[in-house]
């Protein structure tokens, strides 16, 4: 009895300190079997006044009225719960307590008359057969809630003390010893059914608890997959989800949704030059201003690599630009990571709902092909979808796709441009020009194939594999022609370079001093300190650097102090109207005569007439290349051309056809 004493302690602290969402549970378990509460209600009631009417006394029948009387609210009470809406719809700590207080009162109130009843039967008759229905029924309805309600002990416990308390006491008014006798059972069997009530009790609550842990647990898991690791985000999975519960719920002809589907600009140069890690961190740091920015009334996802999505109602397609600046002016903020400032920018497409589209697979369709287009017009833009975007950008995916693996097919090779002494006689180097016959589109234009390789970052892989090329044909040549190979901007700022340079002029035994390495004055623009510490480490391996296409950029002649250029290329555009305009030719004297100051060697490209060579060997430029010298050829004719004889006739005579 101590123990059971102590256990009641102890339940009534721990009570108090469990989990309103475990305690909700505990009590929608009182509520579990409506169908055996309205059953035992309704055999109880019957029962009760078969015995108050044979027994014709008046209390016994009072008794009865009260019984049917709770019997019916509590009924009403159950089925009333049992319909309404599910209880998570409901605060929790109010609808817990306010609905277990409900039923405590009717319980322990039914409990209650049920024992009064059959204490006054004890009392009142003499009938063996209605002292045997009142005290079997309360005992039997005792001993099934002693079960039923375990989950609130306090009530079970109740309503056992209030139903066996007054029989016992009935028997031991009699002073029958066979009478006392049975009060003395019940007496411990209410003492027996308190402790199985309490061990029933800890296994429901231990039950609980870990059923909540887990659905705690599952659905932490579930809310982890689908936020993006790294930025914290939402994934692609949530995306969806919630992207297409705003389409559904956009209803009203004033109402929009605009998603933005947004491109990182130059996140592979990051990447490549600085690491992974800070790659991570630039990611991490444009996925924060967004969410700060948009998260509170709209969608922000990263939906794999360098793309995020911004999803808003607007009003309009206004709204929709507006909110694109903004996106725009948020990316391009600088990320700090070990003490450098990571500068990126964005490109976006936008599609609204419903004009472009009422599904979430036509909608990112389309916001991604406005993506490309806006790509495809240069860095930093957007553009809102249209819908004859379509052919051009499936032509660019499409040969984008057909570039994957290209390289390893061997569908990339080289053609080669000689380049000449002013006299037009001795070659004096060759320009390695990237040619792709595509197995599924024939050959393809470079200045189409070229910004997608750039894009995808394919460039760095193929530009590498041509260094490695052009170094290799070019070993079998005489020793005084060079090797011209034009550089991208995205290789020129890779990390990897250097080696690959290296890499390059050991296996092909190729001397250093013949390579010449190629950039144009708009990758000088983007980052003049990247681009000046690319080009001296080039140089430090002595492999010679050529400004390409100068005259075309901002600032050309500061150039000329800052970087360490060995060769000035003077872009075609002036070569063009030297027939023409005198200013074209003052213009390309003043530059060669500059260089020839600075120590460079000129190179006029695009050489296409008479007229032009005479010109230009007038102005003494030091070397030409043009379509009336020799066109691009393959490394056979190459080749052919320094053997001389009949063979290289030949060659020459193709080169200039």
């Known amino acids: 009895m101590t123990g059971l004493i102590s256990r009641l302690r102890r339940l009534r602290h721990s009570d108090q300190a469990i989990a309103a969402s475990v305690r909700e549970t505990l009590v929608e378990s009182l509520y579990a079997s409506p169908q055996s509460l309205v059953i ?124 066996s308390l007054p029989l016992a006491a009935g028997l031991i008014v009699s002073l029958e010893p066979l009478k006392m006798a049975l009060a003395v059972v019940i007496l411990l069997f209410v003492v027996a059914m308190m402790d199985i009530t309490l061990q029933t009790y800890g296994v429901i609550l231990k039950a609980t608890v870990v059923s909540r842990e887990k659905a705690a ?12 690791d790294l930025t914290g985000v939402a994934n692609r999975t949530a995306f969806r989800e919630q992207f297409e519960a705003r389409l559904q719920a956009l209803t009203g002809a004033d109402r929009r949704l605009a998603i933005h589907w947004i491109d990182l600009d130059r996140f592979k140069e990051i990447n490549d030059s600085f690491g992974h890690l800070a790659g991570n961190a630039l990611l991490a740091g ?44 948020l990316v391009a903020l600088p990320v700090h990571h070990n003490g450098r400032m990571l500068h990126v920018g964005a490109s976006l497409g936008i599609a609204i709902a419903p004009a472009d589209g009422t599904d979430a697979d036509t909608l990112l369709k389309n916001a991604d092909l406005a993506l490309y287009r806006a790509k495809d017009s240069g860095r930093g833009q957007m ?51 990237l040619r792709w016959t ?57 990390a990897n370079l250097p080696t690959v340079i290296m890499g390059a002029l050991a296996s092909s035994g190729f001397a250093a001093d013949r390579l010449e390495l190629e950039v144009t004055e708009s990758v000088l623009l983007e980052d003049i300190e990247a681009s000046l510490a690319a080009l001296d480490a080039i140089n430090r391996l002595h492999v010679r650097t050529t400004l390409d296409d100068f005259g075309t950029g901002y600032s050309s002649l500061s150039y000329l ?6 060769t000035l290329k003077i872009d075609r555009s002036f070569i063009t109207d030297l027939e023409q305009s005198h200013a074209s030719v003052a213009i390309v004297q003043t530059v060669i005569d500059l260089a020839a100051k600075l120590g460079m060697r000129t190179v006029a490209e695009g050489v296409e007439t008479q007229a032009q060579l005479d010109q230009l060997r007038r102005t003494r430029c030091d070397a030409v290349q043009g379509y009336l010298l020799a066109r691009p050829m393959p490394a056979n004719m190459v080749g052919a051309m320094f053997a001389g004889g009949a063979a290289g006739s030949e060659a020459r005579a193709h080169g200039r056809a």
């Open 438 to 494: 595509s197995r599924n589109h024939g050959a393809i234009s470079p200045a189409e194939f070229i910004p997608i390789a750039e894009d995808n970052g394919l460039i760095v892989a193929i530009g590498s594999w041509v260094i490695r090329e052009a170094c290799r044909v070019a070993s079998d040549w005489p020793a005084e022609v060079k090797i011209a190979v034009n550089l991208s901007p995205i290789q020129l700022r890779s």
């Open 286 to 329: 444009v996925a924060r201003r967004l969410d700060e920015a948009f998260a509170g009334h709209g969608i922000v996802a990263r939906l794999g690599g360098d793309e995020f999505a911004v999803v808003c109602e607007i009003a309009g397609s206004e709204d929709a630009l507006a909110t694109g600046r903004r996106i725009i002016d």
């Open 217 to 228: 647990l599952a659905e932490h898991h579930a809310a982890m997959a689908r936020r993006d």
């Open 561 to 566: 102090t800052k970087f360490p250029f060995q």
């Open 383 to 433: 553009c809102l979808y249209e819908p004859l975007m379509d052919e051009k950008i499936e032509r660019s995916r499409t040969l984008a796709a057909d570039m994957q693996g290209a390289l390893e097919r061997g569908e990339f090779h080289l053609m080669f441009q000689p380049i000449y002494d002013l006299a037009g006689e001795r070659i004096l180097s060759c320009e390695a020009l």
């Open 40 to 163: 035992g209600a309704l055999t109880s009631s019957a029962i009760v006044a078969i015995v108050a009417l044979v027994s014709g006394t008046p209390s016994m029948r009072a008794c009865a009225v009260a019984i049917a009387v709770v019997a019916s609210i509590r009924v009403g009470d159950a089925v009333r719960l049992h319909r309404r809406t599910p209880t998570h719809a409901l605060p929790t700590g109010a609808w817990a307590r306010r609905q277990e207080f409900i039923y405590r009162a009717g319980a322990v109130c039914y409990s209650a008359l049920l024992g009064t009843f059959g204490m006054l039967t004890l009392i009142n008759s003499s009938d063996g057969v209605l002292q045997l229905l009142a005290v079997t029924t309360t005992i039997g309805y005792a001993a099934g809630i002693a079960g039923r309600n375990a989950g609130r002990p306090w009530i079970a416990l109740a309503q056992l003390c209030f139903a």
